[in-house]
Nanobody, 128 residues
Framework: QVQLVESGGGVVQAGDSLSLSCTSS????????IGWFRQAPGKEREFVAA????????FRAVSVKDRFTVSRDSDRNTVFLQMNNLAFEDTAMYYC?????????????????????WGQGIQVTVSF
């Protein structure tokens, strides 16, 4: 079964940028739709962004819509989450997750219940 690995996290200052990567072992990401979620201490896990297998469908949470961008590079077997103008409220553990089902136009895939393969997570900390 495919396993997901996140990378690119770290400690940054408010206003800085970070790019998270999600790669896989045991299988290719091209067979999966990929979602990004985050969980801050004491809070529930929340949806951040998602991209379909082909990249034709993308979703972003309202809270990150103008700052975060999700993309994928099949040649590099990687899905990216570009995070710009980071704020303290973006501090969280970030997870990528995979869904092997075929996505349909008109459906929104922001619920964690759609995703059945999860990475270990990567910490992003934004300081004032």
């Amino acid at each position: 079964q495919v396993q997901l690995v996140e990378s690119g996290g770290g400690v940054v200052q408010a206003g800085d940028s970070l790019s998270l990567s999600c790669t896989s072992s045991g299988g290719s990401l091209k067979d999966y739709n990929i979602g990004w979620f985050r969980q801050a201490p004491g809070k529930e896990r929340e949806f951040v962004a998602a991209i379909s297998r082909t990249g034709s469908l993308k979703f972003r949470a309202v809270s990150v819509k103008d700052r975060f961008t999700v993309s994928r590079d099949s040649d590099r077997n990687t899905v990216f989450l570009q995070m710009n103008n980071l704020a303290f409220e973006d501090t969280a553990m970030y997870y990528c997750a995979a869904d092997g089902e075929l996505w349909s136009m008109g459906q929104v895939y922001t619920s964690s219940s759609y995703y059945d393969i999860w990475g270990q997570g990567i910490q992003v900390t934004v300081s004032f």
